[in-house]
């Protein structure tokens, strides 16, 4: 079964960090580009960060660059978020998504095929 599964969220305070973990199964990690994306109540869904298949390309969204990085490890299967100085407004429901470009990624909910279920990050003092 191809599955992606999110770990990692929890609680925080403004200017601390958390890694979220995006584990997969029923495919081969190394062989997609993944993004992530989180959704604060009210919201949309937006796009975070994503890296391409082989690394090649990344991206970031505005509000997350410099303070959020994206990596991955192949023979782990997993890909990362490592989210430092985090701010209230970074309060939300984080998911991982698998793409469906190639040596390409971005932001773009229609390029994903396969999404986790999600994990809660809350950055609240």
């Known amino acids: 079964q191809v599955q992606l599964v999110e770990s990692g969220g929890g609680s925080v305070q403004p200017g601390g960090s958390l890694r979220l973990s995006c584990a997969a199964s029923g495919f081969t990690l190394a062989s997609y580009g993944i993004g992530w994306f989180r959704q604060a109540p009210g919201k949309e869904r937006e796009g975070v960060s994503c890296i391409s298949e082989r690394t090649q390309h990344r991206w970031d969204a505005d509000s997350v660059k410099g303070r959020f990085t994206i990596s991955r490890d192949s023979a782990a299967n997993t890909v990362y978020l490592q989210m430092n100085e985090l701010k209230p407004e970074d309060t939300a429901v984080y998911y991982c998504?698998?793409?469906?470009?190639?040596?390409?990624?971005?932001?773009?909910?229609?390029?994903?095929?396969?999404w986790g279920q999600g994990t809660q990050v809350t950055v609240s003092s």
């Open positions: 998504a698998r793409t469906t470009q190639r040596s390409f990624c971005s932001g773009r909910h229609s390029d994903y095929d396969v």
